[in-house]
């Protein structure tokens, strides 16, 4: 700085002043954005990893479901089946008594 007073900076040590605040403001700013991309960054990652396990557990509940769908289809024609036969049965001991 100049060498003015003190207590009358010149109109230049009030610029230099400014231009040093603005400088060291431009500076906290560049560590906050920094550090935001950081965690942008870090976020993104455990949303990717949030999509692949949820792309896992809907294929494991898909997978399940139709499993599922196929042994209640089974159960449902075992059943229809035996619930015939159970039917036929009385006719069939009817008959042959005959």
Known sequence: MTDTPEYFPSRLDRLELGVLGLAERQSNTQVQLDNLALRQANSQIQLDELKREMRELTSNVD???SRSAILDDVLS????????GL????????ASSQ
């Not at 024609?77 to 015939?84: D, E, F, K, V, Y």
């Not at 039917?87 to 009817?94: E, K, N, Q, S, T």
Request: glycine share 6%; proline share 5%; net charge positive.
């Open 77 to 84: 024609s075992q059943m229809l089946q035996s619930s015939h």
């Open 87 to 94: 039917r036929g049965l009385p006719h069939a001991l009817h």
């Open 63 to 65: 997978r399940v479901l």
